[in-house]
């Protein structure tokens, strides 16, 4: 790592300021403020891929820059603390990451491509390129989680929710995968009837169910694709 500049200011032991930037293996800036009853907290990073193979973390990610906002503070359904010491409290926020392509995909979300006719041509084995990733994201007692996720491309989307350990590693993901993204979506957003098709925030009309188990350097996806012939409010029944 270089370029590292950090500035923090601990009040009894708890961290209550920061500002952190970086400039390698990815520019990343950070900040941390005080607002008495919560601590505003925005995260930028430039290159998530370059970032965590440059940290030795994970090497099958290329591209996206990602955004990071919300606040440390007790609350909200969440008490205790955030579990990566320093004294600080839950987090609950959102974060967005751009364009980026995952390298050496499970096979399974290839053939998941292969629901999507349209984009056959553009499917490749040696990479899934995504669009984008959206999440409200909280960090409790060492855990991440995730919901109303949603990741994509035109071809192939999906919804996720679920848990990441921030020591072990260990993935408690579920979530579904929808076929013809955009245009599959859209019954899902009619008023009064859209959780009939779709009980999943942000889902489709045809989708299968999945889960990820594992640790985050060797994910195991399963994916139920009995799933799809299921109207959208019997999925989760099944799953």
Do not use: C, Y
């Not at 941390?32 to 998530?48: R, S």
Request: charged share 15%; hydrophobic share 45%.
């Amino acid at each position: 790592m270089t370029g590292v500049r950090a500035q923090m200011e601990l009040k009894a032991g708890q961290l209550r300021t920061a500002h952190f930037a970086m400039e390698t293996p990815s520019r990343v800036r950070g900040i941390l403020a005080d607002a008495k009853t919560e601590q505003p907290f925005v995260l930028d990073i430039g290159n998530v891929g370059t970032l965590l193979s440059g940290l030795g973390l994970f090497d099958r990610i290329k591209g996206g820059v990602a955004h990071l906002d919300g606040q440390f503070k007790n609350g909200d359904k969440l008490s205790g603390s955030a579990g990566v010491g320093l004294g600080l409290p839950p987090f609950i926020g959102h974060v967005e990451i751009g364009a980026f392509d995952v390298l050496k995909p499970p096979l399974a979300v290839t053939v998941a491509s292969g629901l999507s006719p349209l984009h056959w041509a553009s499917t490749r084995t040696d990479r899934f390129a995504i669009q984008h990733f959206a999440s409200k994201l909280s960090l409790a007692n060492g855990q991440v989680g995730l919901r109303d996720g949603t990741i994509g491309n035109e071809a192939l989307g999906a919804t996720l929710e679920g848990q990441i350990g921030v020591t072990d590693t260990a993935l408690a993901l579920d979530g579904t995968i929808i076929p013809l993204f955009g245009l599959n979506a859209m019954p899902g957003h009619l008023p009064g009837v859209g959780k009939l098709f779709s009980p999943e925030k942000n889902g489709g009309l045809l989708a299968a169910t999945f889960r990820v188990r594992g640790k985050l350097a060797e994910p195991a996806l399963t994916i139920n694709p009995f799933t799809i012939l299921l109207p959208g409010a019997l999925r989760k029944l099944v799953h």
